[in-house]
């Protein structure tokens, strides 16, 4: 049976995109405010109406059929681009310009922030930035900083939270240091002869080592201290040790040359980069512009995220 264009329930492409993005009936119910049964219902009546099914029982749960993957990409991009274009619209009549305050640890602002800032600023010359640095314990307050960037797992109560990236860690040293260590570092044994740079109590290295197959870390006596990430990379630049650190934090090091990984093995840090913001400084169209630039600076979409 042909399906007729006019008589499709439009309304109810949002309740399918949503299950379709969660593979799951009851989390999409709870992003939309709906019952597990209105979300079924108005699938039902979407398939009715097309004539196929979009989702097939799988266990306990439910997956999409070939149709519903097929339907599924081109209903989220269809909303992407309506949110977008509508997003664009909107600013159009606003004011985007003033001053939009940052709040990061000075670890990202070092190793990211201040590589790429310059790029938003030209941009967006009448937006006017102001990056105030805090230890990432430090949970922002949305009267005093319109978006935050904070390492963690995501759980930030009355904040909206959006992953930009998981992050892998890994030694990182300066090919100074690599060519003035008698004989190199060719296994992870050999970091007993250089300082192991640490931002924390020593964990991360502990496990690092660990998974390397050094088991017993006592070995490894020569160490450094220090309460910022951000100052253990600069200290890795400046040939003094070896430091963990993400491809984040420092990959342009690695490409430049500046800094060299002598081992592929990493660790999870047990998080990722998270840039936060309140729901109200989300509605002023500068702190938009920002979320939409940075997220694109990790490869994603302000409308993957915000398309209510």
């Keep these: 049976m042909k399906t007729s264009v ?56 439910v997956q999409l059929t070939e149709a519903g993957h097929s339907l599924a990409a081109t209903v989220t991009g269809a909303l ?37 800032i310059a790029e938003f600023c030209s941009e967006h010359p009448q937006i006017e930035c102001h990056i105030r640095l805090a230890e990432n314990q430090t949970i922002p307050d949305p009267g005093d900083t319109d978006i ?28 100074v240091l690599m060519s003035g260590t008698a004989g190199g570092l060719r296994s992870p044994a050999d970091l007993r002869r250089v300082f192991l740079l640490h931002w924390d ?29 951000g100052a253990a990379i600069d200290f890795a630049l400046h040939g003094a040790g070896c430091a963990l650190a993400s491809e984040t934090l420092t990959g342009m090091n690695v490409r430049d040359g500046s800094l060299i990984r002598p081992f592929a093995d990493t660790i999870n840090p047990n998080g990722g980069w998270y840039v936060v913001v309140s729901p109200e400084n989300l509605a002023r169209p500068r702190v938009r512009l920002f979320l939409q630039w940075i997220l694109k600076k990790f490869g994603q979409s302000l409308a993957e995220h915000f398309l209510d």
């Excluded at 939309?32 to 398939?47: C, G, K, P, V, W």
């Excluded at 977008?84 to 990211?112: D, H, I, K, Y």
């Excluded at 964990?203 to 690092?208: A, L, P, Y």
């Excluded at 998974?211 to 020569?222: C, E, I, K, P, Y």
């Design 6 to 61: 006019r008589h499709l329930p439009l309304a109810n492409l949002r309740a399918f995109e949503t299950a379709a993005r969660h593979g799951n009936f009851g989390k999409a119910a709870a992003e939309l405010n709906l019952s597990d049964s209105a979300i079924s219902h108005q699938i039902s009546r979407l398939e009715a109406a097309l004539g196929f099914a979009l989702f097939e029982k799988a266990g306990r749960g």
């Design 80 to 116: 992407q681009d309506i949110y977008g274009t509508v997003l664009r619209l909107s600013e159009r009549n606003e004011e985007q310009g003033g001053r939009l305050n940052l709040t990061c640890p000075p670890m990202f602002a070092s190793g990211w922030l201040s590589r790429n």
């Design 148 to 175: 935050g960037i904070l390492f963690g797992t995501g759980n930030w109560p009355d904040l909206h939270a959006i992953l930009l990236e998981d992050i892998l860690i890994g030694p990182v040293c300066s090919p």
């Design 201 to 229: 109590d020593g964990s991360e290295w502990r496990r690092w080592l660990a998974q390397a197959g050094q088991m017993d870390v006592s070995l490894f006596t020569r160490n450094l201290y220090c309460n910022d990430l």
